[in-house]
């Protein structure tokens, strides 16, 4: 009998298979009865756990190879297995051993007043599993057939990058939420993509059909369904094919008005096969990427490295670099505070980085220098008050200096804000900044008191809820009063259902995700901005 299930669209796109539910591996293992060999299956099961999270971190980019890397380092500390392996030594089997020892070591976690480690048992959940699915040899992702429908409760990114997408398919979850790291995932690599299901993950199984932009799954679909589907698939086929083809054009609105659109990235390696003509230049490089390496912090010769790498790539179209936004969603472990109870309103952003100047002034000397080879824009993150800035500001400036008595080249590149603390966003006048971004992400967060990483509240963070809306008018305002140059990079900007709310408030210039541009080129060619009523309109 066909049954529908509602959730939330988190990735576009439409899909028929068969579902595969992901449940975690507990194939039975035949215990060897003397506990040194069950002390080498579990040594054997963590080494090949380590081994696929390696693999895996080839393949990866980005926040996704900073969570591997996380995962890998946990697996390198002998004490997340002693446990494991004291109940060996006393006579347990390997498999329970391991699930036992991880069940307290994850209750710890999620009982945890530290809001970082209750998020970090989703990193645990995922290591048990696959170090279990080791040991019972039920190797979790090799058993997902290419192009099913993936249905979990919720699933670590270590498990999405595991699965071969190549064949297409879809991930529906049952929980989760659409701004989590395998929702991000997920549309990055443009798999169609459904959370907050809220059914029991029993009910899905047979064949299934994924409506991602209407946020629908309906199992064991009847005819009508079916049919439906047909239509859509061929639409959503157009429509893939059109975005390829506008992602080339300029983005001009209905009525003549141009829009400028630049990418975010949080790896220069997404640049690899992408032509810069397709964008306006980078809004937003997320420099957090080059934070997660096990190996200590980055130096100022990588980080000049890479930045001057993307610098290139644009041609002499501009690139915003952002300082490090280190801590809230982007925890780098080891640096970011451990002990915070709401890490989202702590020592995060430029907070962090004005506590830890050594740090920042490494990255502003590469930035400086990276400055010489292209035309790039440094960008603040979390501002909060101007003095925060002139501080940053009297920073970049001595250390343009001391580069320049060294005789070390460097350019002193303008210095820009995000918006996306209240605050600032209130108080827009009061910041001297060369150029401001709206950061939409953590704006609507903090607006709406609703955790961007919390499924259950995501509909209060909408970014074109009224609040939202007279904010970004209000900054549009503050900017064009004093000539300063204005664009969003929050994921409302690369939303074709948001781009013509954005566009009404005044803003003119977005910031996306590559996949993304096309779609967007297409949305904002549809508007016609005379068509809004002047009450809802910034005057042009
Ligand atoms: C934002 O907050 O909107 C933003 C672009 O930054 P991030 O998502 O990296 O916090
Ligand atoms: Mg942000």
Redesign the pocket.
Known sequence: MEKRFAGRPASPGIALGALFPLTIGTGARVASGAAESEAEALRSALYAARADLKGLIERSTGDAAAILEFQVALLEDDVLAEPAFSAIAAGRVADHAWLHAMQQEIAGYELSDDEYFRARAADLYDLRDRVLAHLTGSAIEAAVPPGAIVAAVDLAPSRFLGIDWSCGGALVLTAGSTTSHVAMLARSRGIPAVTGLGVDLAELSGQALVDAHRGMLIVNPGPAARAQFDCDAKADAIARALAAAAAMRPAVTADGTPIRIMLNISDPRELADLDPAICDGIGLVRTEFLFHDRHGLPDEEQQYAVYRRIAEWAQGRPVTIRTL?AGGDKPIPGFTPAAESNPFLGVRGLRLSLARPDVFRTQLRALARAAMHGHVKIML??VTQPRELALARSILDAEVGALAAAGIPARRASLGI?I?VPAAAIAADQFDADFFSV?S??LAQYVAAAGRDIGAVADLADPTQPAMLRLFRHVVGAARARDIDLSLC?DAGGDSRTIPALLATGLRSLSMAPALVGGAKRAVAAIDLRSIPESERWPT
């Open positions: 936004d993150p979390m995000m996306e950061g992400n953590d929050g």
